[in-house]
């Protein structure tokens, strides 16, 4: 590994870090922008590695796809919860609704 890359796959385990610490604080902006800032890293780092299939490179590839499972985890859990939010916001509108309509 060059130094190039070297720095490069620092950079993206340091975004790819800050990103799960986000998801895990419930910082799904910082999330969406971490995200953003980390995907042309991740293309421009894999696309210009000279053996993509070198166990090092599978390694990495790895550990990133793994933090990834992490990362969709927090993200369904948070979708769920804001479902069950959603539906209890609901009926709370159909009570006041009713209430309303028999005042």
């Known amino acids: 590994m060059t130094g190039d890359s070297c720095e490069a ?8 870090d800050a990103l799960l610490v986000a998801a895990q604080a419930d910082d799904w902006e910082r999330v969406a922008d971490l995200e953003a800032r980390r995907r042309p890293l991740l293309q421009t780092y894999f696309g ?3 053996e993509p299939d070198a166990v090092p490179a599978r390694c990495q590839a790895q550990w990133l796809l793994d ?14 919860w804001l479902g069950r939010e959603l ?17």
């Open 48 to 50: 210009s590695l000279p």
């Open 67 to 80: 933090v990834e499972d992490r990362l969709m985890d927090l993200a369904r859990r948070r979708r769920d």
């Open 87 to 103: 539906q209890r916001l609901g009926q709370a509108r159909a009570a006041v609704m009713a209430y309303q309509h028999c005042s």
């Open 9 to 16: 796959w620092g950079r993206l385990r340091e975004l790819t």
